[in-house]
T-cell receptor
Framework: QQQVKQSPQSLIVQKGGIPIINCAYENTAFDYFPWYQQFPGKGPALLIAIRPDVSEKKEGRFTISFNKSAKQFSLHIMDSQPGDSATYFCAAKAGFKTIFGAGTRLFVKA | GAGVSQSPRYKVTKRGQDVALRCDPISGHVSLYWYRQALGQGPEFLTYFNYEAQQDKSGLPNDRFSAERPEGSISTLTIQRTEQRDSAMYRC???????????FGPGTRLTVL
């Protein structure tokens, strides 16, 4: 019930493409769903987050889509750039505890 | 401003030795978290402090692991009698309070030989 399943493990897109990363959860107690971006040698940094009462949230080129009934959420990166190449983690939070997905390594070709 | 800092950044130790990993959170941050991150995996929750109180330690793998934050600021994660399976990246994160964004430190890469 605590697990957050993330796919794909890795993703390669051309510059300008729209990579999509998917996550699914089981625990309905989760009430906050952040996405983190991690560059090599650095710690994860919050990218965008959504609460379950909203179906979509956009910040710049990043969009979260949230399907509460299916217990699924996804990250879309519009007009992807080589600088977006990083590992992306979805996560789900209940109280103070955050459960992370296994991560998706994204590579955007120039 | 200064972010979360951790020391040492790298630690190589022999099996059976004790290690202490330090986390210096962002000034004024009430909440402090410890995570372990295996290669190719997401951070795994270990323990959580609210000020100096350790409110959850359910993620600590066994009783060789302990953590403290005696004055509600700097925290130390201690691993006694290290084993090879303890090798991982140990990350600390802090936040202004429980409901806010967590800011992660650069981590300590622990290698147990």
């Amino acid at each position: 019930q605590q697990q957050v399943k993330q796919s794909p493990q890795s993703l390669i897109v051309q510059k300008g493409g729209i990579p999509i990363i998917n996550c699914a959860y089981e625990n309905t107690a989760f009430d906050y769903f952040p996405w983190y971006q991690q560059f090599p040698g650095k710690g994860p940094a919050l990218l965008i987050a959504i609460r379950p009462d909203v179906s979509e949230k956009k910040e710049g080129r990043f969009t979260i889509s949230f399907n509460k009934s299916a217990k699924q959420f996804s990250l879309h990166i519009m007009d992807s750039q080589p600088g977006d190449s990083a590992t992306y983690f979805c996560a789900a939070k209940a109280g103070f505890k955050t459960i992370f997905g296994a991560g998706t390594r994204l590579f955007v070709k120039a | 401003g200064a972010g979360v800092s951790q020391s040492p950044r790298y630690k190589v130790t022999k099996r059976g030795q004790d290690v202490a990993l330090r986390c210096d959170p962002i000034s004024g941050h009430v909440s402090l978290y410890w995570y372990r991150q295996a290669l190719g995996q997401g951070p795994e929750f270990l323990t959580y402090f609210n000020y100096e109180a350790q409110q959850d330690k359910s993620g600590l793998p066994n009783d060789r692991f302990s953590a403290e934050r005696p004055e509600g600021s700097i925290s130390t994660l201690t691993i006694q009698r290290t084993e090879q399976r303890d090798s991982a990246m140990y990350r600390c994160a802090s936040s202004p309070s429980q409901g806010y964004e967590q800011f992660f430190g650069p981590g300590t890469r622990l290698t147990v030989l």
